[in-house]
Each structure stands twice: as structure tokens, then as C-alpha cells.
């Protein structure tokens, strides 16, 4: 499928038409603009065009899929975007391995600076607590409620989560990330980290990962384990007894593999009040994808209503699956199922889930609801909570 082709296929809204609310529980903002050198504030089509022309190669060059004004076309209202330094696994041009936690903390500091940038231009609202939540989402109903006209859109909402924790030096800096809005943590990435054996590696915690998790569960934090390996998985959970979440996670059922999880494990994450955002990386949707030599034209969305129509048999309900695109997670269009172009065609979901059965209360679950649910409980006061139902709150 050419690029012309995507473009054709790109979802349009219809005069009028208000599209479906949606929460991404994973994005790597931040990241992109500083390690690709990339202006969030443009059109994505202006942007793929820049790198062309400049000749960027590599993968994702002149295939973006994200930028801050194609979220607002999308009506993407939230985001869990990242914050993410490391100082293991095998260094990328946009991932390098730092030498120390000092210097893969001042990276992310940059990163978190970029952000309040962006806050302070209009771009972007941290979303710090819950009452932010419901501010945000308020004026994003509102928007919603007035058939969603272009151009009045309400800044994106980041809540800030960081992946992989090389960037905390140790577990008693984890107060000051704390403060600076910092509010979910995963331990580890690809490969070894500071407190626990990641994608690609075998092995439990780290000396240091019980104490960096008690730390965050004095302050009230969520736990993201995206990227565990299966015995740090088991021991975080063991170890953990405040809100947990996965990121951007497939079933391991359907696509074989360390990075997804394995039925055990979803359903341990079921139990515990879990929302399980899948990811939309080709290579996670489709068994056999090789990097660069696979066609996307093997996959389409609808491979992602599998994953999540899997987690949806083994709760028995919907209440525990959403969207965790992790489209900028370093790959582009080369990367990603032949029907999408753009986050915007994330309006396609609608559709697809209810040709498979889902209500739409479902549907609105999927898009928005269950991370809403699971945020205005996990962003309350510091105290431990394990499913337990969340308070009421006003709003979609």
C-alpha cells in the first residue's frame, strides 16, 4: 500500500459529526520531539514532508503518525505520555544507553521541560490529580457535546508516566519526580534496567525494586508493567499493593512472544482492577513480522480488536481493555496496520468493535471510559487500592 493510498483511507469526519472520545494510555511525546528532532506543533503531513526533503532515513523518517494538532483531530482529549531515558538495553539513534542515572535523569528532565513548554504555550495540560481529570475531560465533553467543531478543541491532557525508571538514581528521588507531576512508573524497558529485568532479559527485581515500589506506593502512585519480564512481573505484583495498570500490552495468546503477556497474567491483572491498553506496533498484532521486511499490508486494525476481544473473554465483561497505541513509539506508516495512516484514523475502532459484538457503552469504554474510571480512582489521595470500584465522577 503506497503512502497516497493511507492518505486516501485517512478517516474524514462527516459536517457535523461529532467522533469518538478517546484516551491513549501511551505516547512518547516527548521523546520524538527531542531524540527526532521533531516539532510537535506542526501537521503531520507538513512534518513527514520536512524530513523527506531534509533526508532523514531510518525507520518512522517521513512516516509519523503523531502530532500535538493531529491528536485534536482524532480527539485524543488524554494521554499517558512518557518520559524515557535509559541506562541499559542496546542504545538507538533515538534511545541511546546513558552512562549513569545522573545523566539518564537530566534527559528526562529535558523531556518533562518540553512538555511544560507546550503547557505554557497552550499546546498541552498536565493532569496532575483528579480534579484535573474532571476539569479536563469537562471541557473536552463539552467540545464533544457541541458536535466537536475544528479549531476549538481544548489542549491535549498528559497524565505523565515514565518508562522504565533509569531516570529515578534511586528510590529516595522519587519524591521529587513526585512533585514535578510524575504519576506513573514503569519499572523497566527493553532489556536490563536499575530495578528489574525488562523486554528481551530473564529475571525478577533488582535489589533496589522493592524499595523504589514501596516508594511509590507512599506517595500514591501507579504502577505500569509494561516491559517485565515474567518473573519481575510476578514479583512487582507480589511486592505491589496500589493501582496497576499496562500501558501498551497484547495477549501473548495470539501473538507469541516475551513482550505480550501470557492468559496467567492478564488474568492476574483482571483481578486486580487492571486497565490493559493495547498497542498498535504491528509486530505486536500479527504472528511472524519481521522488522523492515514484513508488509503492513498483512495486518489491519482489526487485528487489534482481536487482542482486545481476547482480554475481553478471559474477564468476562469489557472493563479492563483501551487503547494503548504507542504509535510514536519509534516506527512509523512502515510499521503499522495497512488502515492506519494517521492516530486520527483511531475512529475507525467504532466501528470495527461494534461489527464484533460490542455495545456502545462498550464501544465508549474501549475508546475512553475504562482508563477515565481507572484514572479519576488511581489519581486520588495517596492510599492503596487494589479494584476496589472508584468514587462517582461527572463526565464521559
Not at 478517516?11 to 516539532?39: F, K, T, V
Not at 496500589?242 to 501498551?248: C, D, E, N, R, T
Amino acid at each position: 500500500m503506497t503512502d497516497d493510498d493511507r492518505r486516501a483511507l485517512r478517516w474524514q469526519r462527516e459536517p457535523g459529526q461529532a467522533p469518538a472520545l478517546i484516551i491513549d494510555g501511551h505516547l512518547d511525546l516527548a521523546l520524538n520531539a527531542l531524540s527526532w528532532n521533531r516539532d510537535l506543533t506542526q501537521d503531520v503531513d507538513a512534518l513527514r514532508g520536512q524530513e523527506r526533503r531534509e533526508g532523514e532515513v531510518g525507520p518512522g523518517r517521513g512516516r509519523n503518525t503523531v502530532t500535538i494538532p493531529e491528536l485534536r483531530r482524532a480527539a485524543v482529549g488524554l494521554s499517558l505520555a512518557t518520559v524515557l531515558a535509559r541506562t541499559g538495553g542496546a542504545p538507538t539513534p533515538a534511545l541511546p544507553r546513558y552512562a549513569t542515572a545522573e545523566i539518564a535523569y537530566g534527559m528526562a528532565q529535558g523531556q518533562l521541560a518540553y512538555y511544560r513548554m507546550l503547557e505554557r504555550q497552550g499546546h498541552l495540560r498536565m493532569v496532575r490529580d483528579r480534579d484535573a481529570l474532571r476539569d479536563h475531560w469537562t471541557a473536552w465533553s463539552a467540545w464533544h457535546d457541541a458536535g466537536g467543531p475544528p479549531g476549538q478543541e481544548p489542549p491535549h491532557g498528559i497524565v505523565l508516566l515514565m518508562e522504565g525508571a533509569d531516570a529515578v538514581p534511586a528510590p529516595e528521588h522519587l519524591a521529587g519526580w513526585f512533585d514535578d507531576g510524575l504519576r506513573v512508573l514503569g519499572l523497566t524497558h527493553y532489556m536490563d534496567s536499575t530495578y528489574a529485568h525488562g523486554t528481551g532479559t530473564e529475571g525478577g527485581l533488582k535489589p533496589d525494586g522493592p524499595e523504589l515500589l514501596a516508594a511509590m506506593q507512599t506517595l500514591g502512585m501507579v504502577l505500569d508493567v509494561t516491559h517485565l519480564a515474567d518473573q519481575s512481573f510476578w514479583e512487582a505484583l507480589e511486592s505491589w499493593d496500589g493501582p496497576v495498570l499496562a500501558s501498551h500490552q497484547n495477549a501473548r495468546a495470539l501473538v507469541p512472544g516475551q513482550r505480550q503477556f501470557d492468559d496467567d497474567q492478564l488474568r492476574a491483572l483482571i483481578e486486580r482492577g487492571a486497565v490493559i491498553g493495547a498497542a498498535l506496533d504491528a509486530w505486536m498484532l500479527v504472528p511472524g513480522w519481521i522488522r523492515g521486511e514484513t508488509s503492513p499490508d498483512v495486518v489491519g486494525l482489526d487485528a487489534l480488536v482481536d487482542h482486545l476481544a481476547h482480554v475481553c473473554t478471559l474477564a468476562g465483561d469489557t472493563a479492563h481493555v483501551a487503547i494503548g497505541s504507542d504509535l510514536d513509539g519509534g516506527y512509523g506508516t512502515e510499521q503499522t496496520p495497512r488502515d492506519l495512516d494517521t492516530i486520527a484514523d483511531l475512529q475507525k475502532l467504532p466501528a470495527l468493535l461494534a461489527e464484533r459484538g460490542f455495545a456502545p457503552a462498550d464501544v465508549d469504554a474501549v475508546m475512553h471510559g475504562n482508563w477515565l474510571r481507572f484514572l479519576a480512582a488511581a489519581l486520588s489521595a495517596p492510599r492503596a487500592w487494589v479494584g476496589r470500584e472508584p468514587p462517582a465522577m461527572s463526565g464521559r
